[in-house]
């Protein structure tokens, strides 16, 4: 069966400080991978999409940046934090490559806790 | 760009009440999906709906997508305090990105034992 780990669970980084969440993905291959953040007591803002090695699609412009070294690990990282880029970060994935698929729908992983103070 | 709208934003309800939200998209989508997110948890895939005015039920739990693919309900009947969550819609808008889910902001549901 197919599991999302991401990590760590949380975290609390001073403003100014680089940042690096993975998420890894087993027992599925060349999904899509995605990064979304919710801010306290709101929705889900995606962030990043991937659909394959090397692939990055980029939804907000800020500081904030994904890579896909390999086809199940998904990394999302900063060089310099702000108060703003607090949240919970979620990784998600798909299996389907087509919006109506049977599969399109997203499996997310436990999410990181980020504090920026 | 596209837009999935949620309302209410809030619902507090007696336990045995009903409870129903609703989402509306600015463009025509290829299809729904709600998910429920507990509190202090990650959002969980509940359903997908495809087709135009197609009906849905899992249990006490009801989702209808309308006529013209552009609004969505989920329908609680007699909600129990494990019904208690955010509740979010998600659609891709039809003949968009394939790969872009656009979430409404959720509705948060809570229950009074």
């Known amino acids: 069966s197919q599991t999302i780990h991401q990590w760590p669970a949380t975290l609390v980084q001073p403003v100014g400080s680089p940042l690096s969440l993975e998420c890894t993905v087993e027992g599925t291959s060349n999904p899509n991978l995605y990064w979304y953040r919710q801010a306290a007591g709101r929705g889900l803002q995606l962030l990043f999409y991937?659909?394959?090695?090397?692939?990055i699609s980029s939804e907000v412009p800020q500081n904030l940046s994904a890579s896909r070294p390999q086809d199940r690990q998904f990394i999302l990282s900063s060089k310099k934090l702000l108060l703003s880029d607090s949240g919970f970060y979620l990784c998600?994935?798909?299996?389907?490559?087509?919006?109506?698929?049977?599969?399109?729908?997203?499996?997310f992983g436990p999410g990181t806790r980020l504090t920026v103070t | 760009g596209q837009q999935v709208m949620q309302i209410p934003q809030y619902q507090h309800v007696q336990e045995g009440e009903d409870f129903t939200t609703y989402c509306n998209s600015s463009t025509t989508l290829s299809n729904i999906q709600w998910y429920k997110q507990r509190p202090g948890g990650h959002p969980v895939f509940l359903i997908q709906?495809?087709?135009?005015?197609e009906v849905k039920k899992q249990k006490r739990l009801t989702f209808q997508f309308g006529e013209a693919k552009k609004n969505s309900s989920l329908h609680i009947t007699a909600t129990q305090t494990t019904d208690v969550g955010t509740y979010f819609c998600?659609?891709?808008?039809?003949?968009?990105?394939?790969?872009?889910?656009?979430f409404g902001k959720g509705t948060l549901l809570t229950v009074n034992p």
């Open positions: 998600a659609g891709f808008s039809s003949g968009g990105s394939n790969y872009k889910l656009t």
């Open positions: 991937s659909v394959g090695i090397g692939q």
């Open positions: 709906l495809v087709k135009s005015g």
């Open positions: 998600a994935w798909s299996g389907s490559k087509t919006s109506g698929g049977a599969s399109s729908f997203l499996y």
